[in-house]
């Protein structure tokens, strides 16, 4: 008699099944063994040979971590991309990951030009659901919305973001610089007031800088206003230049120049 015990995972013997032939012969146990657990008591398990199928691995616990059809992180129609406006977004909702272990998240990204890295606002906690989040324009460039999904049961961590499209906010520009007066004269300790006049153009976020470009005056107010007074050292002709700039203009700075025939 043949007795054969299989390898764990084939459905057939292979070249590494051990074979055991009349197991008990010629003892006392052999009737008794080969109507009981006889295989067991006599047969080695050995590794699989080639035929050797591994079993599948388990199933996942928990479903992929993912953004749920249509559900992705979206901006509202009525949003107007212009500096000095609050916009809306509408976050993200995804599906999978342990529930447990999950969290969300959403920002804003700003960038100057399409060149540049984005800067980030910071992450809000959030929920699993179509949530708003405001934003408030301050700068011009290109701007988007984020969500994102973190499951920390996972090593690594898993983590998706659903970013909306790109939406580019508008450069303003400064308008036409003059000096007022354009043209003057003055005697020698004399004293001037002079102002730089914007004509034109949208950009409400205008610093000014005044300099004495040539001849000799000392400068009497700050010279970060848009006015300032002047008095002359020296006679001889004396350029007097205001430079007006803006960080959100796209032709920022603009300058001019006021000219004083000092007089002894």
């Known amino acids: 008699m043949t007795h054969e015990k299989l390898v764990a995972g084939t459905m057939s ?17 052999n009737r008794t063994y080969q109507e009981t657990d006889y295989v067991s008591r006599y047969t080695k398990t050995v590794a699989g040979g080639k035929d050797y199928v591994p079993p599948a691995p388990p199933e996942p616990e928990f479903e992929e971590l993912k ?37 969300y998240h959403s920002r804003w990204q700003l960038r100057r030009t399409s060149s540049d890295v984005w800067e980030n606002s910071s992450w809000m ?10 934003y408030f324009i301050g700068k011009p460039g290109q701007l988007r919305f984020q969500s994102q999904a973190r ?67 000392q400068l009497d107010t700050p010279d970060n206003q848009s006015s300032v007074t002047y ?15 803006s960080a959100n203009s796209s032709n920022s700075p603009q300058s001019n120049i006021g000219f004083v025939l000092v007089n002894a």
Not at 72 to 100: H, R, W
């Open 13 to 29: 013997p292979t070249r590494y099944t051990k074979i055991i032939r009349n197991p008990g012969a010629g003892t006392k146990y």
């Open 67 to 103: 953004v749920a059809p249509n559900g992705g992180a979206n901006l509202i129609a009525e949003n107007v991309y212009e500096i000095g406006q609050s916009v809306n977004a509408k976050t993200a909702v995804f599906t999978g990951g342990n529930p447990e272990t999950t969290t």
């Open 125 to 134: 906690n959030t929920t699993n659901e179509k949530n708003d989040h405001n």
């Open 151 to 217: 499951d920390t049961s996972d090593d690594p961590v898993t983590q998706v973001i659903s970013s909306t499209s790109i939406k580019d906010v508008p450069f303003t520009e400064i308008g036409t610089v003059t000096i007022a007066p354009d043209s003057t004269s003055a005697s020698v300790m004399g004293s001037k007031t002079f102002t730089a006049v914007v004509t034109g153009g949208d950009a409400t976020d205008l610093t000014y800088k005044w300099t004495v470009r040539s001849g000799n005056a």
């Open 231 to 245: 008095t002359f050292i020296r006679d001889g002709q004396t350029q007097i230049q205001c430079a007006v700039a």
